[in-house]
């Protein structure tokens, strides 16, 4: 089965997200409907990356891997490659 990780940006928050799933359209529609967690302060998130892994373990290491970056030049370069 394949993973993924993905970062979504908001513009009225001026901030990103990094998460990891199965489906990211599905994702997507719980973030913006029924997410109760950081993504519930806005709702107009958007999909600005995505990459697919071949496994959840895989996709896990990688989603904290970028989230220890803690670095928004280091986000925007990736967005960017």
Wanted: net charge positive; glycine share 2%.
């Amino acid at each position: 089965m394949t993973y993924y990780i993905y970062i979504l940006y908001s513009e009225n928050l001026d901030k990103f997200y990094i998460g990891s799933t199965e489906n990211i359209p599905t994702r997507m529609k719980e973030h913006l409907w029924k997410h109760k967690g950081f993504t519930s302060k806005a709702k107009d998130w958007e999909l600005k990356y995505s990459e697919s892994l071949t496994s959840k373990t895989e996709a896990t290491m990688r989603e904290r891997q970028i989230k220890k970056w803690k670095s928004r030049k280091m986000i925007e370069k990736l967005i960017n490659s």
